[in-house]
Nanobody
Framework: QVQPAESGGGLVQAGGSLRLSCAAPAQTFRNYYMGWFRQAPGKEREFVARVNWENDRPYYADSVKGRFTISRDNSRHTMYLQMNSLKPEDTAVYYC???????????????WGQGTQVTVSS
């Protein structure tokens, strides 16, 4: 029943920044891959970024590369997504996700957060 919990979404003007946080139970998600997906209205859920437990293997979708930075602080049981140079097309509900293997993360993460809305105005 445990799940990660996102926060930090909001309304921002194009070119602005937001920092999303995902709080996850330290024990439950130990050694897990964690990352972010997003879903815009009427569109399929898409991968945004993910990072390994050691926080040294970030990976980004091409659409956000160079603008977003994913990181995690396991001592604080929190993962972050720093979003800079936001564009209107970044508007979506952002979901925190976790899986105990890269394969599982890529295909179907076991744990999902409730989502946090990010809206970027032009």
């Amino acid at each position: 029943q445990v799940q990660p919990a996102e926060s930090g979404g909001g309304l921002v003007q194009a070119g602005g920044s937001l920092r999303l946080s995902c709080a996850a139970p330290a024990q439950t998600f130990r050694n897990y891959y964690m990352g972010w997906f997003r879903q815009a209205p009427g569109k399929e859920r898409e991968f945004v970024a993910r990072v390994n437990w050691e926080n040294d293997r970030p990976y980004y979708a091409d659409s956000v590369k160079g603008r977003f930075t994913i990181s995690r602080d396991n001592s604080r049981h929190t993962m972050y997504l720093q979003m800079n140079s936001l564009k209107p097309e970044d508007t979506a509900v952002y979901y925190c996700a976790a899986a105990n293997s890269l394969v599982d993360f890529a295909t179907s993460p076991i744990y999902w957060g409730q989502g946090t809305q990010v809206t970027v105005s032009s």
